[in-house]
């Protein structure tokens, strides 16, 4: 038996699957071995992947700055941590009790989005809570890009921190950090942004 007719038969044997691939635009695709077919969306994609594996354990970055997913926004993980205050980038907290300050500025994680517009603005929100002495959680979908740029984003422009040092600070808290390609190139290169 040749080669391609051994890579053949494999194909043919494997499991039937389906794939759903979503654009930056919204749109979905469905894909599988036999067809492409347009999905219907049933509501506003968030431009990032759902995370259903719980993550509600934030991690201490500095003295009242704390990051995370949008999982440690429980009023359990909230009390807990002490945290009086939430900076949600991206989504929305899903938050339990009034008492919580919060704050959300739309960000999308996407390597075009200029992450320092969204850097500037929680800088005054993260720099008030400290000031007051009360905890601020950051949080976005799983706590791994668009939080995590902006804490990063905070200690270079708060305690003049360069890049590696703010990156390595907040992934020796965070190891799951990763923020996009194109965070990653604008916290880089922060002088042509500010």
């Not at 909230?78 to 980038?89: F, T």
């Not at 999308?108 to 517009?117: A, G």
């Not at 890049?163 to 002088?191: C, T, W």
Request: with cysteine.
């Amino acid at each position: 038996m040749s080669f391609l007719a051994d890579l053949v038969e494999r194909k043919n044997n494997l499991k039937p699957t389906e794939t759903v691939i979503t654009f930056a635009n919204g749109q979905c695709l469905k894909e599988s071995r036999a067809m492409t077919l347009p999905v219907q969306i049933e509501k506003k994609p968030f431009g990032f992947i759902v995370d259903n594996k719980p993550d509600d354990k934030p991690a201490k970055i500095l003295e009242y700055l704390y990051l995370g997913s949008q999982d440690c926004c429980s009023k359990e993980v909230l009390q807990a941590y002490d945290i009086s205050n939430i900076l949600s980038i991206g989504i929305e907290a899903p938050l339990q009790d009034d008492n919580i300050k919060n704050q959300f500025l739309e960000c999308l994680d996407l390597p075009e989005t200029n992450i320092w517009n969204t850097i500037k603005t929680s800088v005054e929100v993260i720099r008030k809570s400290v000031n007051n002495c009360e905890s601020i959680l950051v949080h976005c979908n799983a706590g791994i890009s668009r939080s995590a740029s902006v804490v990063i984003g905070y200690l270079m422009l708060e305690y003049n921190y360069s890049f590696d040092n703010a990156y390595e600070h907040v992934r020796s808290a965070r190891p799951v950090i990763r923020p996009n390609d194109g965070f990653m190139k604008q916290l880089k290169n922060y002088h042509l942004y500010i």
